[in-house]
Nanobody
Framework: QVHMVESGGGLVQTGGSLRLSCAVS????????????LGWFRQAAGMEREFVAA?????ITTVTEKDRFAVSRDNTKNILYLQINSLKPEDTATYYC??????????????????WGQGTQVTVSS
């Protein structure tokens, strides 16, 4: 059974930074085994879930704001990370990690993802 657990959210001031983590169990991170792309999405109150970043099986990243977001994965610890810098109030949302069964590349469509974490709240004060 696949479990994905996010952590690292919190209340930060505008301009601050956070590193979100997603501990994954039940699926192999290895690039030589079953192929998974891992992504980060966020959902603000009353809004649809939106794509933030993803990293493919081979380490190729897709990021919406390259100057502020960075996604990485530690294949030895089975942890996915999202570094967010220069936080803005509009970044306030619940952030979710997700896993997509895909051999190459990453999807930006949340409907393509097979497993999700429960989310971690990020609140940015002005």
């Amino acid at each position: 059974q696949v479990h994905m657990v996010e952590s690292g959210g919190g209340l930060v001031q505008t301009g601050g930074s956070l590193r979100l983590s997603c501990a994954v169990s039940g699926l192999a991170f290895s690039t030589h085994s079953m192929a998974w792309s891992l992504g980060w999405f966020r959902q603000a109150a009353g809004m649809e879930r939106e794509f933030v970043a993803a990293i493919s099986r081979t380490g190729i990243t897709t990021v919406t704001e390259k100057d502020r977001f960075a996604v990485s994965r530690d294949n030895t610890k089975n942890i996915l990370y999202l570094q967010i810098n220069s936080l803005k109030p509009e970044d306030t949302a619940t952030y979710y990690c997700a896993a997509e069964r895909r051999n190459y590349g990453s999807s930006q469509n949340p409907n393509d993802y097979d497993y999700w974490g429960q989310g971690t709240q990020v609140t940015v004060s002005s």
